[in-house]
């Protein structure tokens, strides 16, 4: 575990302040899905007050839903990893500013987790220790956040974060040696239903219940899971979302359920490679 995140886990965290009002247009552009201006809306402030914790996790939550984008349109793995590069750091400053926020967690997390997916999970395994202990470190936050249309809050999206995790990271007795951690699909699942329990219209929550489903009806023939994960994508996409990656998800769900026996390996990102045959090669 890096110290960032040791050290993070140890600090109560502030709740929300008020916010500026560059910040408040970095968030109602970031909500109409604009996410070049909300960058750059969350930048100019972040000129003025470079400690600006509001704007610090704005400018990175827009720059994921940009790279989120990106990686649907064929951009590089390379150009995709520079930008969650900048994901990390961003984190890492507000964790620098304030230790144990949840945000700053949060999204120090995400910046790696996509790091690993953009470079293919089996091959970034020495990062799974950490990515976990951010999100799991979020979840013990008293920071508080909702937006006005309900498409984003803290700490469900944490929920979700941890959901995908455990059901990507293998669940296997090599990585826990060489990691400290494992995938476990039902805490994947646990996950994921807290996340949709905090937010029910979400479709993003909905599509990764659903997947995750379909995951552990593959590993442990379950039909119930099964037939419980297709209603979650179905429901996922009769769910209204305006976001830009409300429509991706709603493009990919059809994909999804045509690869309902591959589902352990889907990632908005890109479909990952976690069959225990592959790892023991990686570990090899």
């Known amino acids: 575990m890096s110290w960032i995140v040791a050290l993070s886990l140890f600090t109560p965290p502030a709740l929300a302040a008020d916010l500026d009002p560059l910040v408040q247009q970095c968030e109602d552009q970031w909500v109409a899905g604009q996410y070049e201006a909300s960058i750059a809306s969350c930048e100019a402030r972040l000129k003025a007050d470079p400690k600006d914790i ?3 996790w704005r400018k990175a939550r827009s720059i994921y839903g940009k790279g989120e984008i990106m990686a649907n349109q064929g951009a590089s793995a390379a150009t995709r990893i520079q930008m969650y590069g900048e994901v990390v750091a961003l984190g890492e400053r507000i964790l620098a500013i304030q230790p144990g926020h ?6 120090y997390g995400t910046g790696l987790g996509r790091t690993a997916t953009a470079k293919g999970v089996l091959s970034s395994l020495f990062m799974a220790d950490d990515i976990e202990g951010a999100w799991l470190g979020a979840t013990k936050s008293s920071y508080r956040y909702r937006a006005v249309d309900g498409s984003s809050s803290f700490p469900a999206d944490s929920y979700y974060a941890l959901g995908q995790f455990y059901r990507l990271c293998p669940d296997s007795s090599i990585v826990k040696l060489l990691t400290g951690t494992r995938g476990d699909i039902d805490k994947s699942v646990q996950w994921l239903r807290k996340a949709v329990a905090d ?5 993003e929550f909905a599509k990764e219940l659903g997947v995750s ?3 552990k009806a593959e590993r442990d023939d379950d039909s119930a899971a099964l037939a419980e994960g297709r209603q979650w994508l179905q429901k996922s996409l009769a769910m209204p979302g305006d976001k830009p990656t409300d429509k991706l998800d709603k493009q990919q769900i059809p994909v999804i359920l045509s690869r309902a026996d591959e589902a352990c390996g889907y990632s908005r990102d890109g479909w990952q490679d976690v069959s225990e045959e592959s790892l023991k090669k990686q570990a090899n």
């Open 54 to 56: 509001e704007a610090l």
């Open 102 to 107: 949840g945000e700053g967690l949060h999204w």
């Open 199 to 203: 937010t029910p219209n979400r479709p």
């Open 213 to 215: 489903l379909l995951c």
